[in-house]
């Protein structure tokens, strides 16, 4: 059975929220990933946690991210480190800030299938859960430098 659109956008966004939970844990924690991944196959996709829903996510989607984010962060984080103000470096930015950076980039560079208004749109949505307006309006020029790098 396929999803329909509007269900397939819902578990895309719950899986980039999982995803930027998940490189946050894993940056706090060192989690390797086999067990980063089979903790939030088992225990947070989807799961109800002190009463609060998780969405169901798209586990291949969530995947990509987390291992992309890995696999490639060294381009990424030089991706992003290119469009900081002079002065500034990724270690300047909070954790679940650069996760949300590096989940956004990751897109941005690997998932040409996703189109850029909806990566950028996505991940400011995520930083929505985070942050106030200030931030929210960084992630999005942020990942508009890096959309305009990458993409064009």
């Known amino acids: 059975m396929t ?3 509007n269900e397939r956008s ?67 984080d030089a991706a992003i480190g290119g469009k900081l103000a002079s002065g500034w470096s990724l270690d300047r930015l909070d954790k679940p800030m650069r996760q949300i950076l590096r989940a956004g980039t990751y897109e941005l560079i690997a998932r040409i299938d996703v189109p850029t208004a909806t990566v950028i749109s996505e991940y400011v949505d995520v930083a929505d859960a985070f942050y106030d307006k200030r931030e929210k309006g960084f992630v999005n020029g942020l990942l508009d430098g890096v959309a305009r790098a990458v993409r064009s």
């Open 10 to 76: 819902r578990a895309r966004s719950a899986a980039r929220l999982a995803a930027v939970q998940a490189l946050y844990q894993q940056e706090m924690e060192g989690t390797k990933m086999p067990r980063l991944l089979d903790e939030f196959h088992q225990h947070r996709l989807g799961a109800t946690i002190e009463d609060v829903e998780y969405a169901a996510a798209e586990v291949e989607f969530f995947d990509d991210l987390v291992m992309g984010v890995d696999a490639r962060r060294d381009e990424i």
């Open 3 to 5: 999803k329909k659109p």
